[in-house]
């Protein structure tokens, strides 16, 4: 064969592969032991969105975890598995309610299979007319399928309301779901039904609870990465409101001969105040050490910091703090307050 017409051809046989992979709606890698990971496509926003989920081969049967995103592959699914394992599916788990993770249930629930969603997303998929499961889980629960054990976790709130992540402990891997995201994405994803105040604390438990894992299973994303749990919790830490607070500053200079133990009472009772007052997020106090000498008889500062210009007010006028003024008159002789709104 001509040169010419060998790369001719060579092209038309790599054309046809990689056309083939990316008309290729299921898709199993192997990925470590009996541990198999999955994946099915959906179009989201226009664009060919991957969705992995998890399967593990036991001599009773199989796991999986997460149902096809593709509806059409609920039963590819089952016969590639049989084809492959010579093995039924007989338990499904899912990890929160949307559809890249529920759709299958009712499909496996009427051949047999065991269905299992926390009560929480099952409350959430009725409300929102998902797919639903046969078993619901009220706490975080362990299981043990022939010899192998694996735990599921609700960290809280986070890519939505229910969303739990699912541990083997012996094999160290870590089944994310969508809560988290890939080591190079650069954003979260879909948020309309999750909680930005609380996802960063949810991964970090996540984190906590489960430290050096050996995988990451992500959703949308390429699982080789394990540097996903820290991505992930990076960008959740950037959706946090920048935190915002009011200082409150008071320079007491006291008269000449006054009464030490009246000083001494005094400041102990200024120290009393964040206990009685909620709104005083922190206090410090100290006394002037300056060389400069230009603190022109002011010699204690006191420090308080408040959430609001409300919280700082609602301080002024408590019953606590005006008791404690009425301890100053016979023996302050100067004072400053100075408030102001913290920059950094």
């Not at 990971?37 to 081969?57: E, H």
């Not at 995103?69 to 598995?81: E, K, V, Y």
């Not at 200024?270 to 300056?290: A, D, R, T």
């Not at 609001?308 to 606590?320: I, N, T």
Request: charged share 20%.
């Amino acid at each position: 064969m001509k040169p010419h017409y060998l790369i001719v051809f060579l092209f038309t046989i790599i054309s046809t592969i990689l056309s083939a992979q990316a008309d290729k709606k299921l898709l199993i890698e192997h990925l470590s032991g009996n541990f198999y990971v999955y994946t099915t496509y959906n179009i989201y926003q226009d664009s060919k969105v991957r969705a992995n989920g998890v399967y593990l081969v036991t001599k009773k049967g199989v796991v999986l975890f997460d149902t096809p995103w593709d509806t059409t592959q609920f039963q590819p699914l089952l016969d590639s598995i049989a084809t492959r394992h010579n093995k039924k599916v007989i338990m499904a788990f899912a990890t929160h309610w949307h559809s890249d993770k529920t759709a299958g249930l009712e499909y496996y629930k009427q051949l047999g299979i065991k269905t299992y969603t926390t009560q929480l997303t099952d409350s959430l998929s009725k409300k929102y007319n998902a797919k639903r499961a046969q078993f619901l889980m009220t706490k975080d629960t362990s299981f043990l399928v022939d010899q192998y054990q694996f735990e599921t976790y609700y960290p809280g709130e986070g890519h939505t309301q229910d969303n739990i992540v699912i541990w083997f402990p012996k094999q160290r891997i870590l089944l994310g779901g969508c809560l988290i995201k890939g080591a190079k994405d650069a954003n979260l994803g879909y948020l309309g039904d999750g909680n930005t105040n609380e996802y960063a604390n949810s991964l970090l438990k996540v984190q906590q609870k489960f430290p050096n894992p050996q995988f990451i299973i992500t959703t949308h994303s390429d699982w080789r990465d394990i540097n996903s749990l820290k991505n992930s919790i990076q960008m959740a830490k950037q959706l946090l409101p920048a935190t915002t607070e009011l200082r409150h500053v008071v320079l007491f200079g006291w008269k000449e001969g006054a009464d030490s133990a009246a000083i001494k009472s005094a400041i102990n009772a200024f120290g009393e105040l964040p206990k009685q007052i909620s709104s005083i997020k922190s206090y410090e106090w100290g006394v002037n050490n300056s060389p400069e000498k230009l603190n022109q008889g002011l010699t204690h500062c006191f420090v308080l910091t408040f959430s609001s210009e409300k919280d700082r007010d609602e301080y002024l006028v408590h019953p606590a703090h005006v008791a404690f003024t009425k301890l100053l008159p016979n023996i302050l002789d100067k004072v400053t307050v100075l408030d102001y709104w913290i920059n950094k």
